[in-house]
């Protein structure tokens, strides 16, 4: 419908980056067009770390996964949620600031993940491609003594960029109907759009360019939903004060 629809339209995750480098001033390009999000109460809870040190990246790499391209992206930047600086800025005018919110907690963590999208987003446009590290929070602790984030901040997620070294095709996603509904949640989620929806799925991984395998989405959710995921995040983050 226009380029900006193409654009979104057309995002797959990069792993694969060629050696060109990322310049400083691009990457602060996309990080200010990317703090044009939208923000809950203009609070703009959140810090990105450019992680540069080659030893503090192979760490993050590892206990990812191991997710190699973390180790190998021209850029790899961790995403925080971050109400520290509104603690300054409540000590700067003598208030007391409030804390261990579940507000604050969503509010910090939706601002954070806007703004990376937005990152993505901006990258993609000059060209650039990138994938979200969600593996991060595997050791979320050890991450946070790495980069030396403090309480009222944790790691959300990390990201690669970089120039694409491969082409993938894009993962296609549910039908729209699937997702859009109005004026109450559907009774009964439509078991036939779903199974349509795995046979479009099935399809693409049994005919993408790499990791060939025989697979269907609801198969691959009900795997992936039947085990505990990282079950250590809720100690975690009440123990960085977001209780």
């Known amino acids: 419908m226009n380029a900006t629809i193409d654009l979104m339209r057309a995002h797959r995750s990069i792993r694969k980056f060629s050696d060109r480098a990322v310049d400083e001033a691009t990457l602060e390009t996309i990080i200010a067009a990317a703090q044009c999000a939208a923000t809950s109460h203009f609070v703009q809870a959140y810090t990105v770390i450019q992680v540069r040190d080659a030893a503090k990246r192979k760490a993050i790499a590892q206990l990812a996964g191991p997710q190699a391209w973390v180790e190998k992206a021209p850029v790899f930047l961790v995403f925080c949620a971050d109400l520290s600086r509104l603690e300054t800025a409540c000590d700067m005018h003598a208030a007391t600031m409030q804390t261990g919110w579940a507000e604050q907690f969503v509010t910090a963590t939706v601002d954070a993940a806007l703004l990376a999208q937005n990152v993505l987003l901006a990258a993609e446009s000059l060209g650039m491609g990138g994938v ?3 593996g991060i929070r595997n050791d979320p602790q050890t991450v946070c003594n790495l980069l030396e984030i403090p309480d009222q901040a944790y790691p959300v997620f990390g990201m690669c ?7 993938p095709p894009p993962k296609p996603r549910l039908p729209v109907k ?15 759009c779903l199974e349509a929806y795995d046979r479009v799925t099935n ?3 049994l005919h993408r360019n790499s990791n060939l395998r025989d697979e269907t989405w ?3 959710m009900a795997e992936f939903n039947s085990r505990i995921i990282r079950p250590h995040m809720k100690a975690f983050l009440e123990k960085r004060a977001f209780s």
């Open 161 to 167: 960029l970089g120039w694409p070294a491969h082409d």
């Open 132 to 134: 979200f590290i969600g």
């Open 218 to 220: 609801t198969a691959q």
């Open 203 to 205: 399809h693409y991984y």
């Open 178 to 192: 699937a997702v859009l509904v109005t004026d109450r949640y559907p009774e009964n989620h439509d078991r036939q």
